[in-house]
């Protein structure tokens, strides 16, 4: 808890921002990370350090709270396999910090919107489940209800992946439920879950109700193509969180335990968790918005760390009993050698918390809001970006004169509404997008000559709608009426020294924030594809120098610097990029 409570973030990070609007801004939204809201809004009352440091330290007592149950999972089935009162304490908490000091644990328990809590939460059910088959309890099934429900709340998949290894543990045993232990684990799921939906159900009927963004929207589907981290495959994940020796004996623990009596009915639920994440496809999880699944590569690590020191245990036993010179050191050595790969693995995790970048998105923020006029109207397509200006607003305060329009989510909860009140000339806008899917040239007309009207570009624009479009440094600006590319250059130029110390404020001290940088170049391939399609060359140019300075090995600026060299004067052809269909056509 110390060493993630010194790392956790007091700065602002992108993927917190949704955590935050939902705790803080009393904002519903979706379905999952209830439980997360209600710690994080009790956790903003504590008198020390900002806002979003204390709403960090959510993710950090949640990380401890993982670190102990891994630490008791781990001696039941220490226990299980042989009687050594000396040694199953050391591995024990030998595995408990082999996990939690990880980087996947860091990386997620240094935030506010982590899944560390919901993997404290599994880990939880699960620790009942051994102590229900043990003591043959029947009173503790509305308690493992309760711990399910509450998981439900926080993370859909934790509460599934809980529910499959506790079916396990009970098959492992042969030991079916009774239908009073069926009866109380769904009283107790059906009472905790309906308890932690109160808020969401009670706070839009308040009388000072913000926005409400219905309870569809999950972290599931915030997931986008312009702002997205690869999500690495299970096992590449397993070598770098434990490193590969104590994966090896991960796997030489886990075929030891499910092959002896005493120890399978504890080892089977394991293998259950690393199953699970196993069975995720790789995809891509989002650098901008929570990982929905990153529960399940928590559990999995859990489990392995579990079986590596089942698999340290059994060969310190073996090499006792052994009859060969020097055995007996020999076993301590082995034991020993397990704390040096904690030791390893903690210095790795270093830097997990340092990479959240935190100031860079802080700087960001500023210079973004700071870029938009007085009164001004900011039309979003990027939710993650929709997230990060709302939670900068509730937190701080910042520019409240501005309207925010996140356009996937107009059509969810009660944001159109809220939108036609704080602003009537979104009216043609929202009727439009609600019929055809997009506005019109006329539309967007008509709300920038209400206010200074900035938007992300889409990709549905056509060369009408382009030719109103003023790149700025963050974000475009529509004129009412079409401008040359004179204007667009001086617009370009304007801009360059807030857009450079963004990207200086993205790499420091060797740590690159592939959050911030991933919106920085999601904008700036924006402009370079709106100044093709104008066929302006010099704001072309000006786009593509900061496409490479950010990504140099980016294919759409390689191709667009190839066409600009091959036809420095003539138009350019924008067919190969697929995702384009509709810009700049007449």
């Known amino acids: 808890m110390l060493v993630t409570v010194f790392r956790a973030n007091g700065a602002p990070v992108w993927r917190d921002d949704l955590p935050l609007v939902r705790a803080l801004g009393l904002v519903p939204a979706g379905t999952e990370g209830r439980v997360t809201s209600v710690l994080v809004g009790l956790a ?3 008198p020390i350090g900002g806002r979003w440091l204390r709403a960090s330290w959510v993710g950090a007592f949640a990380l401890s709270l993982s670190s102990y149950l891994i630490y008791l999972i781990a001696r039941r089935v220490l226990e299980r396999s042989a009687a050594t009162p000396r040694l199953t304490p050391s591995l024990s908490l030998a595995a408990a910090l082999t996990a939690t000091l990880a980087q996947s644990f860091q990386f997620e328990g240094t935030v506010a919107g982590g899944a560390v809590l919901s993997t404290a939460l599994a880990l939880t059910g699960l620790a009942f489940g051994f102590q229900t088959q043990q003591r043959r309890d029947l009173r503790l099934a509305p308690v493992i209800g309760a711990v399910v429900g509450l998981t439900f709340s926080e993370a859909h998949a934790a509460a599934l992946v809980l529910l499959l290894a506790l079916v396990v543990l009970g098959a492992a045993h042969w030991a079916l439920p009774r239908a009073r232990a069926i009866f109380g684990f769904g009283v107790g799921f059906v009472v905790l879950w309906a308890l932690t939906s109160l808020p969401v159900v009670l706070r839009p ?4 109700a913000g926005l409400d963004f219905g309870h ?18 299970a096992l590449g994940a397993w070598l770098i ?9 991960a796997v030489g623990g886990l075929a030891f335990g499910l092959s002896r009596r005493s120890t399978r009915g504890s080892v089977a639920p394991l293998l259950a968790l690393v199953l699970a ?5 790789v995809g891509r999880g989002g650098l901008l918005t929570p990982d929905a699944f990153g529960s399940l590569r928590l559990l999995s690590v859990s489990a392995l760390a579990v079986c590596a020191a089942l698999a340290v245990q059994a060969g310190a036993l073996a090499l006792t009993r052994a009859r060969i010179p020097f055995a007996e050191p020999a076993s301590v050595l082995l034991v020993v050698f397990d704390f040096t790969l ?3 693995g903690a210095e790795d995790s270093a830097f997990a918390a340092e990479r959240q970048g935190g100031a860079a998105a802080e700087v960001w923020t500023d210079q973004a809001l700071a870029s938009v006029p007085p009164d001004g109207l900011l039309l979003l397509r990027s939710e993650a970006v929709a997230w990060r200006l709302l939670a900068s607003r509730i937190v701080r305060g910042e520019r409240p004169d501005i309207v925010l329009v996140p356009m996937p989510l107009l059509e969810r909860g ?11 000339a979104l009216a043609p806008l929202i009727r439009e997008v609600a019929l055809r899917g997009r506005p019109s040239e006329y539309a967007l007309s008509t709300l920038a000559d209400a206010r200074p009207l900035l938007l992300e570009l889409d990709p549905q624009f056509d060369h009408a709608q382009l030719e109103h479009l003023i790149p700025r440094a963050f974000f475009m600006s529509f004129a009412p009426q079409p401008l040359g590319r004179s204007d667009r250059v001086a617009a370009t130029l304007s801009g360059a020294e807030e857009l450079r110390r ?3 404020a993205t790499e420091r001290d060797g740590i690159i924030d592939a959050a911030t940088r991933s919106v920085l170049l999601t904008e700036t391939r924006g402009q370079a594809l709106v100044a093709a399609a104008l066929n302006d060359h010099a704001n072309l140019a000006l786009a593509l120098a900061t496409v490479h300075t950010l990504d140099p090995s980016d294919t759409l600026a390689a191709d667009l610097a190839a066409q600009l060299k091959a036809t420095p004067h003539g138009p350019l052809s924008l067919a190969r990029f697929s995702s384009e269909p509709n810009l700049g056509t007449r």
């Open 216 to 233: 569809g929207l999950d972290a599931s589907s915030l997931a986008l193509a312009d702002a997205q981290g690869g999500r690495s495959s």
């Open 241 to 249: 969180d434990m490193g590969v020796v104590s994966f090896g004996l």
């Open 44 to 46: 903003s009352l504590l």
């Open 277 to 281: 994440d196993l069975s995720i496809a």
């Open 502 to 504: 963004v990207i200086e």
């Open 205 to 208: 009927l308040a009388g000072h």
């Open 342 to 344: 904690v030791f390893a």
């Open 414 to 424: 009660n944001v159109r509404a809220r939108l036609l009140a704080a602003e009537p």
